[in-house]
DNA sequence: GTAACTGCAAAATATTTGCATCCTT
DNA sequence: AAGGATGCAAATATTTTGCAGTTAC
């Protein structure tokens, strides 16, 4: 498991006590983050502009990338795999649990390739499942 | 095809100016549009605040369903098949294009389902294809 | 006539920018 | 020391809410 030191050292960034925690949030953190919530969870320690600008650093150098939702909320979630910079490989579905809320990235999970009508060219795709994650069925049924 | 006060009609909205506006402005957009596009396209006939409102009005009959997106501006595309209240079939594949930036709703293409890990269980998906779209291919090779 | 819809004002929330200061390298 | 990162203030933008006036049915 990486440490957000040597994620932060390997992307050439310097170690600031703003993204080392940050990054931290997310490594302990299994799913996806909004801002919002980085923000409670960091006790306002930093300003609400540092974490706009670090979220924002660290999708450019593909540290972490945004989820798609509904909700005039991004997510955040950390690249598990090689995303180089500018170009991410997200590629694998993300879960958003419809009783407690939490997104988390099905790492194992690929987005299926769809055959799309004549004359469209794919590049990318993103695929957001919702449901009832593995937890909260778990506290359904003891 | 429908027409804006057949759709009204039906869902027993009110016909209203801004309802029938809104909804002929989608009618004749092939793609989606965010909330910003409409203000801009009805020359802001109406008040913000009234978008707003009409906008949420339509997600809840079920005339219009919201797209997810990677930026902060939910999307607004219409229902092509029938989405019941509160109970949206808009299980087909949207399309985002790179170059003209449009966001067209692929009704042919059914989202494929996944199999996800044990003890998740899903109730929708969503999946959003980026690339180029037909219109731009034909634009760049004439 | 009544319920529903709209516009206006204002509040609450979210995001961006500039600049001076501080920290990392 | 120099460049980058942060915090603060403030400008901008976005979304929500309350209420009074208007409109659809």
Redesign the interface.
């Known amino acids: 498991m990486d440490t957000s030191l040597e994620i932060l050292k390997r992307n050439r960034l310097s170690i600031t006590e703003g993204r080392k925690k940050i990054l931290e949030l997310f490594l302990e953190t299994d799913g996806a983050l909004a801002h919002a919530d980085i923000e409670k969870n960091t006790d306002a320690a930093f300003d609400r502009v540092t974490v706009y600008r670090t979220l924002q650093t660290f999708v450019e150098k593909g540290i972490v990338h945004?989820?798609?939702?509904?909700?005039?909320?991004?997510l955040y979630a950390l690249c598990k795999h090689d995303c180089a910079q500018g170009h991410h490989h997200d590629n694998h579905?993300h879960?958003i649990c419809?009783h407690c809320q939490k997104t988390i990235c099905?790492d194992?999970?690929t987005?299926?390739i769809?055959?799309?009508?004549?004359?469209?060219?794919?590049?990318?795709?993103?695929?957001?499942?919702?449901?009832?994650?593995?937890d909260c069925?778990?506290k359904a049924t003891p």
Chains 1, 2 share one sequence.
Do not use: Y
Request: with cysteine; net charge positive; hydrophobic share 40%.
């Open positions: 945004q989820i798609p939702t509904t909700d005039n909320a991004v579905v879960f419809s099905l194992d999970v987005v299926p769809v055959k799309l009508p004549t004359g469209f060219t794919p590049t990318q795709s993103a695929m957001i499942v919702s449901g009832i994650c593995n069925k778990k």
